[in-house]
């Protein structure tokens, strides 16, 4: 347990530095991420934040900062990483996935892609113009779903989604490894959900001295090593793939080189098998199309988890990983499957940015303005997650208590910051006296904004192509 004198000084010594994050309109864009924390019930709009008495400013300095204002992305990402320690002593679990900012309307917005969504009236997925924001979660063991948001980037309609995603990994690994939180643990774990190239991932990030884990789809077909040729003189190449391993048909796959068996008290009996040495079949298209030279051969672990019974009385089904790790890495089958478990951990988190503290409820124009206050969502997650320690449980007569061996959950961390934030202070200055400005001159009109379509990911959409920017919400 975290001592509150010193969670509370690690949560002053973050506020401060997040006031250094801003430049340009730094005073409102602090009281602007105060505004999100204290707010009374869910974030709807942007202009009632304006509303809050922690925003000392009026409703057009809170439009000016999120349009104008001036973010250390940089700093800020570097100042939400050296808030992260993990407790466990074992490798670092950071899953990677992405959601979306729905603009179906926004005409005049540029860079919106195709995003998958979910739609309610046949339960099939639909895509819906928006902008697709990657994350980089960090993950904890526990009886929590609380996760730290380390980083998010914007894909753009003519971005590389698998690009994006290692440039994250990377970006990641640096301030990790700056903070020291990589020092003396094994590699770090990236996990990853179906949808992404993990074999493209798997080889654009090998200097990167990480693991790649992530789920596969039944459908796919790896292959074994290539048998060595035998030199009898006959003429013609030399085999580059082995045996089918089709993930369609368990039964005629070979007997697994490592088992493990368990119990879950949510899925009862469990059982896990690997299969390693094995790779896929590329070719030349999608993103590895324009590859020089030989295509590689990406070798890794297949991961096949069975167990007894789902949630919701749902018919169970196999689930299939991917894995590959740096080269003397132990190979820890228990720790992998349940680390890919902890994955959905940012699920939650999701549906917290979005319902709560309102990350998509803003009608911002531009993506850059989108960007701004996606960073200030993160700023506010991250005071959260400092202070869960600090703030008191006010507890609804209808909600259960908190047991004392848990952490209250992100909304009651939320309820409780307005009474501890009267004892940490602001480093935000008071507003200048001022009176209105004159405003736009009579007569005067603007011309009709530029409509954009939405973007795609190339001409010519490869619909076998994991990375193209149809991605879920």
């Known amino acids: 347990m975290t001592d509150p004198a010193v969670a509370r000084a690690g949560l002053v010594e973050f506020r401060a530095g997040l006031y250094r994050c801003f430049g340009r309109r730094a005073d409102a864009l602090f009281e602007l991420v105060d505004a999100v924390l204290t707010a009374d019930g869910p974030v709807a709009s942007l202009v ?26 940089a700093a800020l990402a570097t100042l939400i990483s050296r808030t992260w320690v993990p407790v466990d002593d074992g490798p ?68 590389d989604a698998t690009v994006v995603t290692v440039a994250q990994i990377a970006a990641v690994v640096a301030r990790l490894t700056a903070a020291g939180v990589l020092v003396g643990r094994p590699a770090a774990v990236f ?31 790896f292959y074994t090593p290539a048998p060595r040729r035998l030199r ?35 899925y009862g009996a469990v059982e896990v098998s690997a299969w390693h040495g094995l790779h896929q079949k ?41 894995h590959t790790a740096p080269a003397g890495t132990v190979f820890d089958l228990d720790l992998l499957w349940k680390t890919y478990l902890r994955r959905f951990d940012v699920e939650h ?52 208590t908190v047991a004392a061996d848990r952490p209250m959950t992100p909304g009651r961390v939320r309820r409780g910051f307005p009474t501890l934030r009267r004892h940490l202070g602001t480093p935000a200055r008071r507003p200048k006296p001022t009176i209105p400005g004159p405003g736009r001159p009579k007569g005067t009109t603007r011309p009709p904004r530029t409509r954009h379509g939405v973007g795609k990911t190339r001409s010519k959409v490869d619909r076998t192509d994991p990375t193209r920017h149809h991605v879920k919400g």
Request: charged share 25%; with cysteine.
């Open 191 to 221: 996990v990853f959900d179906s949808g992404y190239d993990l074999t493209r991932i798997t080889h654009l990030a090998g200097a990167l001295g990480v693991q790649v884990l992530g789920r596969v789809r039944s459908d796919r077909v």
């Open 232 to 266: 009898d003189g006959r003429p013609g190449r030399p085999k580059l793939h082995g045996d089918r391993f089709e993930l369609s048909n368990p039964a005629a796959l070979p007997t697994a080189e490592q088992t493990l068996s368990g119990h879950s008290s949510r």
């Open 349 to 400: 988190t999701f549906r917290f940015l979005k319902s709560v503290l309102g990350w998509t409820a803003p009608q911002v124009r531009t993506p850059q303005q989108g960007e701004r206050w996606t960073w200030l969502i993160l700023a506010a997650h991250a005071q959260l997650r400092l202070a869960r320690t600090l703030t008191v449980d006010l507890r609804r007569r209808w909600e259960k």
């Open 92 to 159: 670092v679990k950071i899953a990677m996935d992405v959601s979306a900012w729905p603009r179906p309307d926004a005409v005049t917005s540029e860079g919106r892609c195709h995003c998958y969504t979910a739609c309610r009236c046949d339960g099939m997925r639909k895509t819906i113009p928006g902008w697709p924001f990657s994350f980089a979660a960090g993950l904890e063991w526990g009886a929590s779903s609380w996760t730290a948001v380390l980083d998010a980037a914007r894909i753009g309609p003519d971005d």
């Open 282 to 322: 590329l070719s030349s298209q999608g993103g590895w199309k324009g590859h020089v030279g030989a295509l590689p051969i990406v070798a890794g672990t297949v991961i096949r988890i069975q167990v007894e019974r789902l949630p919701g009385s749902r018919a169970p089904q196999d689930l299939w990983l991917w």
């Open 48 to 73: 009632e934040l304006s509303l809050e008495n922690v925003f000392r400013r009026g409703h057009g300095a809170l439009y000016d900062a999120v349009a104008c204002g001036e973010v250390d992305v």
